[in-house]
């Protein structure tokens, strides 16, 4: 959470309606910016509370083309400020499609490659353009999507690579 707020600022942040806590689980991510003063909705299709609500918003859906779609959701998704992804499985190139098409800032930790759920992947840096099947190939591929993206390691052991724009 630190590293958003030096990066993004706590004012952007905490624009509009918030920050998409997407595949956001349990809100850890979304109770520290609570606790910031910043708003957030988590959106998880899993209800992974269990009675920790915390005043954190939750949307039990999956973050795809039909939530993006409901007019339901429009103002929430339009007015994000940015969306955030740590972990997020199959969720990962979802945030980062839908913030480059809305111009949203965002910030995803991509942790798992599923090739055989993607076998269309391919890299786009490589002059053979290999099928995307390792985690470094995965980064490569999710940075490639767009000129303007970054990558920065954060300093915790695992998958720490953020993939990120302003």
């Not at 850890?28 to 003063?37: D, R, T, V």
């Not at 954190?56 to 007019?71: G, K």
């Not at 969306?83 to 930790?109: C, L, R, Y």
Request: with cysteine; charged share 25%.
């Amino acid at each position: 959470c630190r590293w958003l707020l030096d990066t993004f600022g706590k004012e952007v942040l905490a624009s509009g309606s918030g920050v998409l806590d997407v595949a956001g689980g349990k809100g850890e991510i979304s109770h520290k910016l609570a606790e910031a003063g910043i708003p957030s909705t988590v959106i998880d299709p899993r209800d992974c509370r269990k009675g920790r609500d915390r005043g954190i918003t939750h949307v039990l859906q999956a973050f795809d083309n039909s939530l993006w779609n409901d007019p339901n959701f429009e103002h929430l998704l339009q007015n994000c400020s940015c969306v955030v992804g740590m972990h997020p499985d199959q969720a990962t190139e979802p945030i980062v499609d839908f913030a480059i098409a809305m111009n949203k800032p965002f910030a995803v930790i991509p942790c798992c490659v599923f090739p055989k759920q993607s076998i269309f992947r391919t890299n786009q840096q490589s002059s053979d353009q290999d099928l995307v099947v390792t985690y470094e190939d995965f980064i490569s591929y999710v940075q490639s999507k767009h000129p303007e993206l970054k990558r920065h390691c954060l300093e915790f052991k695992g998958r720490n690579v953020v993939i990120f724009r302003t």
